[in-house]
């Protein structure tokens, strides 16, 4: 069975600068995806960025950016130059390209807080 | 707004009562999925719909839950009998096609089972 795990449950950051928020996973597949997911406070969760397995280049969107190391089976956030809308629940998720359903398992999560 | 919409946003329920969410996902997309989130938890995964087939559900949702998704469009996740144990966010995603693993989520149902 895959698991996904986030160790941070909490971090913060100052405004401007660059956090990084840990992923690491299990899995026996070769193939599959990785993400990030944001959920702001009472809204709803939505694509940070996303990175395929089968690809060695890191992902990278605007300010967002992973550090994807297959064979450690980590996958990280950065995110630079970071804003006050930044603050936000970041889940890190799994889907298995083997299964069909693309469905997801999704860590516990690390709360980011953007301090101003 | 063309996102996933989930109903009712809030439900406060007495233990022992049925209650009943809907989902509207976006148009279109015939895959649905419903995932409940507890405190301190991440999403977990409950069911999954290809348009009006129900494909998997997960050994977490008992007996006592049931979703449905008539003609590939809206669905239902029905809880009954409901425990102190069901108080969750209850989410519902959409998404299209074989190729596109992104899926959009609605803001969810929060259930409190009182």
Same mark, same amino acid.
């Given at each position: 069975a895959q698991t996904v795990t986030q160790s941070q449950p909490e971090m913060s950051v100052q405004e401007a600068e660059t956090v990084t928020l840990s992923c690491t996973y299990d899995t026996s597949e070769s193939n599959y995806y990785l993400f990030w997911y944001k959920q702001p406070p009472s809204r709803q969760m939505i694509l940070v960025i996303r990175q395929e397995a089968y690809k060695q280049q890191n992902a990278t969107e605007n300010r967002f950016s992973v550090n994807f190391q297959k064979a450690a089976k980590s996958f990280s956030l950065k995110i630079s130059? %970071?804003?006050?809308?930044?603050?936000a629940m970041y889940f890190c998720a799994f889907i298995s390209?083997? %299964?069909?359903?693309?469905k997801y398992i999704f860590g516990t999560g690390t709360r980011l807080k953007v301090l101003a | 707004d063309t996102g996933v919409s989930q109903n009712p946003r809030h439900k406060i329920t007495k233990r022992g009562q049925n209650v009943t969410f809907r989902c509207d996902p976006i148009?279109?997309?015939?895959r649905l999925y419903w995932y409940r989130q507890t405190l301190g938890q991440g999403p977990e995964f409950l069911t999954y719909f290809q348009n009006e087939a129900q494909l998997e559900k997960s050994r977490?949702?008992?007996?006592r839950f049931s979703a449905e998704r008539p003609k590939g469009s809206f669905s239902t996740l029905e809880i009954q009998?409901?425990?102190?144990?069901?108080s969750a966010m209850y989410l519902c995603a959409s998404g299209q096609g074989a190729l596109n693993t992104e899926a959009f989520f609605g803001q969810g149902t929060r259930l409190t089972v009182v």
């Open positions: 130059d %970071s804003q006050l809308g930044d603050t390209t083997t %299964s069909g359903t693309y | 148009s279109e997309h015939n977490l949702l008992s007996d009998r409901t425990e102190q144990g069901d």
